[in-house]
């Protein structure tokens, strides 16, 4: 297991648009489905398949140990925990953006029931989430973050970890200096 990752700048990408999207943007959508329909494309298995080989990083909250899985990209990012049949006990994915914004997820594709937690860049949890299982509902940050870390929903509530709870680790971490 690494603990040494860096966190490069990335783009968000799980962040829902706030504003419906404009109506170029939607006819592109929409000849792209047709043009992919249309030759006989069909969404493949691979695209059910969950994402279980991803870095790994140690947080902690308190005494308890996290195993973080790290989604970095944009496409770890937006497919994050979907399709996981089951975490370990003390098994999560922390989702790291660019820079802090207002993150917003939803739990489409996903079988497991989790609670995100909201993370500043310091490791302070503005806020949690409780997400059921392949629910289209935004589940949003209170304010601008760059970290959301996913676990079993009651994770936190059952040790007693609320909004304000600082989390420690590698990725809250001042950057080194040279």
Request: net charge positive; aromatic share 8%.
């Amino acid at each position: 297991m690494s603990t040494d990752l860096e966190f490069p700048a990335i783009t968000p990408a799980l962040a829902r648009p706030q504003t419906p999207p404009g109506p170029g943007l939607v006819r592109r959508g929409l000849l792209a489905l047709t043009l992919a329909f249309g030759l006989g494309a069909l969404p493949t298995v691979q695209a059910q398949t969950p994402q279980t080989q991803l870095q790994h990083t140690r947080l902690q909250a308190g005494m308890h140990l996290i195993d973080a899985q790290v989604a970095l990209t944009p496409e770890q990012r937006s497919i994050g925990l979907m399709w996981r049949a089951e975490l370990a006990q003390n098994e999560g994915m922390l989702f790291v953006f660019e820079r802090a914004a207002t993150q917003c997820f939803w739990m489409k594709n996903t079988l497991l029931p989790l609670t995100a937690a909201f993370v500043t860049d310091d490791g302070v949890i503005v806020n949690l989430a409780d997400m059921q299982p392949g629910s289209e509902t935004s589940h949003c940050s209170a304010k601008p973050v760059r970290f959301v870390l996913e676990m079993q929903q009651g994770w936190f509530a059952r040790r007693g970890i609320v909004a304000g709870y600082k989390l420690g680790g590698a990725p809250f971490q001042p950057p080194r200096q040279p």
